[in-house]
């Protein structure tokens, strides 16, 4: 049996002011809007937000009648409509404030608020008295008060002419009211007295349709937020169902590489397994697990017993008690080359004083842990290491001129790279990495971050040691925090918030 669906749905919502279904426009062979859809009702006032070239003010030109759609059916006030003009736009109540302001610099404000429909007395003659008084009340309207309606429009800041355009058109009292980045110039009192206007308006019915590129004013004010990428729509949500981040994700199609990505950590035997590790004097009774192809934090202040972890680890420090396992089989390095051959290579902390070896090439630096692979009878293979540290080079993107110049010459960022590129060319199982993006640009850390994932995303274990928490939170799936060599506590992804990481940070330190 087919049921009748009803018209109306329950709690009465009035009808739609205006139906876009599968909205397509195209520029020549520039397909420029892809079967955009969306529904606006009396009284919303709706963002709408994208990159430059999204095709917002495309969109809403053809709303506006000032361009018709190549194809898609527009519905206006509960009859299809094909608006054909601007002008039977306006008449069909819609208003539409653009982008690039309309104003005539040398008119009076009232002039230009009249333009185009100078009221005039029984005598014919433009009745200035009488626009005077209905500019004042315009401009009052939308909280410019202190606009003058005789001034000169082109002794007006960008953001007075922006609002005495906005006056022009909220005067006409649409039913809906497109403004294309209407506080872009606007300061922020002036910001205040719009949203107050908008508001206003809205509580009267008038719909809105607002093109903006600042998110917190879009999210405070809006009821949905409309985000347009490549001529389609990719969300359509009310401000409290997404995040900033989010939009700018939808935005762009691109996930923030400061930002965490989640990862799947496959469910398996622990690549690591401390258990009651202290040494001589730092580190007591450190016990935890870390997961094969993990990122794993640890977080801790200055002093916390990171670097003194790592140092374990990697064989640089003495085990004192306690036990350590590596892929299921007992891991006691007596030096970091022991470490090394068992798979576990650490990128120190501090470049310069641990890192680096100045007075050798480039290519040096990357092959100096893996020389021994390289090495043709007592000789270093000097193809296998140009080609070897060249293909790491290339995965990790090192900018430079020749592989044989100073690693002195290159930039932190590009040095750092090439410490990785020597710390994977051992082909580790266990990366150990401490404060790996310290001291570099950002540019450069955003791709150090991407290794990182990529890496991890191979299948190597990694451990991220630092002291920021942005980094902290945009690598790791887990985090142990330190605190006075003692573990304060383990973090799963979905309980890193910043307070409860520095809570722990912070523990045993009250005295
Ligand atoms: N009249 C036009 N003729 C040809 N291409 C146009 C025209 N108007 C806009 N475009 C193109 O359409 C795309 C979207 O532009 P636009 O709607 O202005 O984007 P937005 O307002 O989101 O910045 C851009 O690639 C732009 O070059
Ligand atoms: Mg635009």
Not at 197 to 222: K, W
Not at 303 to 308: D, H, Y
Not at 378 to 386: K, R, W
Request: proline share 5%; net charge neutral; with cysteine.
């Amino acid at each position: 049996m087919i049921r009748a669906v009803p018209a109306v749905e329950e709690g009465h919502a009035p009808p739609p002011l205006l139906v876009l279904d599968g909205v397509e426009k195209s520029f020549g062979p520039n397909q420029v809007l892809k079967n955009v859809s969306f529904t606006v009702h009396p009284g919303e006032v709706i963002g709408l937000l994208g990159e430059n070239g999204a095709g917002k003010s495309t969109l809403m030109n053809i709303v506006s009648g000032a361009l018709r759609p190549s194809g898609g059916q527009i519905s206006y006030d509960g009859a299809t409509h094909e608006l054909g003009s601007i002008t039977e736009g306006i008449e069909a109540g819609i208003s539409f404030v653009h982008q690039e302001l309309s104003i005539v610099g040398s008119l009076s404000v009232a002039e230009n608020l009249f333009l185009g429909r100078l009221p005039r007395n029984r005598l014919g003659l433009v009745d200035f008295a009488a626009i005077r008084s209905a500019s004042r009340a315009m401009l009052d309207g939308i909280g410019a008060d202190w606009i003058r309606p005789e001034r000169l429009a082109g002794s007006l800041r960008a953001g007075e002419q922006q609002l005495v355009e906005i006056a022009r058109a909220a005067a006409r009292k649409p039913r809906l009211l497109i403004l294309d980045e209407p506080t872009s110039s606007l300061t922020p009192h002036e910001v205040a007295s719009f949203l107050a206007y908008v508001r206003r308006v809205r509580s009267e019915g008038t719909a809105i349709i607002f093109i903006t590129h600042r998110l917190e004013e879009a999210m405070e004010i809006c009821d949905r937020l409309l985000v347009l990428r490549n001529g389609q729509i990719v969300s359509d949500l009310p401000p409290g169902r997404t995040s900033r981040a989010q939009i700018i994700r939808d935005m762009t199609g691109k996930q923030s590489l400061f930002e965490y990505q989640p990862r799947a950590v496959p469910v398996s035997a622990p690549a690591l397994l401390l258990s009651d590790v202290s040494d001589r004097d730092h580190l007591r009774d450190i016990s935890l697990e870390v997961r094969r192809g993990e990122v794993f934090g640890l977080f801790g202040l200055v002093g916390a017993g990171r670097t003194e972890l790592l140092e374990t680890i990697c064989g640089a420090r003495r085990l004192r008690a306690g036990r350590m396992e590596l892929m299921g089989q007992r891991h006691a390095p007596v030096d970091p080359a022991h470490a090394l051959r068992d798979g576990v290579a650490l990128v120190p902390e501090g470049r310069k004083t641990a890192g680096i070896l100045p007075q050798h090439s480039v290519r040096r630096n990357a092959s100096a842990a893996a020389l021994r692979s390289m090495a043709h009878g007592p000789l270093v293979a000097t193809a296998i290491e140009a080609q070897r540290t060249g293909a790491e080079f290339k995965a990790l993107g090192v900018r430079m001129e020749s592989d044989r110049q100073p690693i002195t010459t290159l930039s932190g960022g590009n040095q750092q790279k090439v410490i990785f590129a020597r710390a994977l060319l051992a082909q580790p199982r266990l990366l150990l990495l401490d404060e790996p993006t310290h001291g570099v640009d950002i540019g450069a850390k955003a791709e150090l971050y991407e290794i990182v994932r990529r890496t991890a995303d191979e299948g190597l274990t990694v451990i991220v040691a630092s002291s920021e928490l942005p980094e902290i939170n945009a690598l790791c799936d887990r985090v142990a925090v330190l605190s006075k060599g003692r573990l304060a506590g383990i973090l799963e992804r979905d309980k890193m918030d910043d307070a409860t990481l520095l809570r722990l940070a912070f523990s045993g330190h009250e005295e």
